[in-house]
Antibody, heavy 122, light 107 residues
């Protein structure tokens, strides 16, 4: 059964770059889509985008297009979320999660990572 | 984009009570509606998909219903571990938006 383990908490300054990771267990990682979900402090869940680990096809929510980059390295079963220039408003918890396999990439998310806290402050 | 509206935003209940949370969408989504539970400090957990199908391992006291634009999540006989925030999410089209959440608190 797939498990997703995310990288640790990050504290960054505005303008810095950052790449966080989500590593999958098991040998079928390349056959899954992996999504990223943002949760700002005290707020709800926001679907950011998704990547197919097999060929790195990506889909972004319009709200996040151009703001972040989603990538993957199937050889090490890892998906990434990165920023080129962080803003204070990027402070949030970020989750990776798997859409139910065998369906569209926007289907329900049945496996979740534990989350990565990103704090951006001067 | 499809807009999601959950109500209420919060509610108070006691152990053993039954509660119902409503989710309304801005356009018909057939039965492509999911429900999640998020306990404090934890990642969300998928409870129900396709409006009424229980995810494996989820207790039967959780029931989902609805189609089109109106959906409900009912929790029968609330247990202490059920006090959490619940989110609906549509899976009809991209982006798969979430509702704003309903916090179920202990009375």
């Amino acid at each position: 059964e797939l498990q997703l383990v995310q990288s640790g908490a990050e504290v960054k300054k505005p303008g810095e770059s950052l790449k966080i990771s989500c590593k999958g267990s098991g040998d079928r990682f390349s056959s899954y889509w992996i999504a990223w979900v943002r949760q700002m402090p005290g707020k709800g869940l926001e679907w950011m985008g998704v990547i197919y680990a097999g060929d790195s096809e990506t889909k972004y929510s319009p709200a996040f297009e151009g703001q972040v980059t989603i990538s993957a390295d199937k050889s090490i079963s890892t998906a990434y979320l990165q920023w080129s220039s962080l803003k204070a408003s990027d402070t949030a918890m970020y989750y990776c999660a798997r859409p139910r396999p065998g369906f569209h990439y926007y289907y329900g998310l049945d496996v979740w990572g534990q989350g990565t806290t990103v704090t951006v402050s001067s | 984009d499809i807009q999601m509206t959950q109500s209420p935003s919060s509610l108070s209940a006691s152990v053993g009570d039954s509660v119902t949370i409503t989710c309304r969408t801005s356009q018909s989504i057939s039965s492509y509606l999911n429900w999640y539970q998020q306990s404090p400090g934890k990642a969300p957990k998928l409870l129900i998909f396709e409006a009424s199908t229980l995810q494996s391992g989820v207790p039967s006291r959780f029931t989902g219903s609805g189609s089109g634009t109106d959906f409900t999540l009912t929790i029968n006989s609330l247990q202490p571990e059920d006090f959490a925030t619940y989110y609906c999410q549509q899976s009809y089209t991209t982006p798969p938006a979430f509702g704003q959440g309903t916090k179920v608190e202990i009375k």
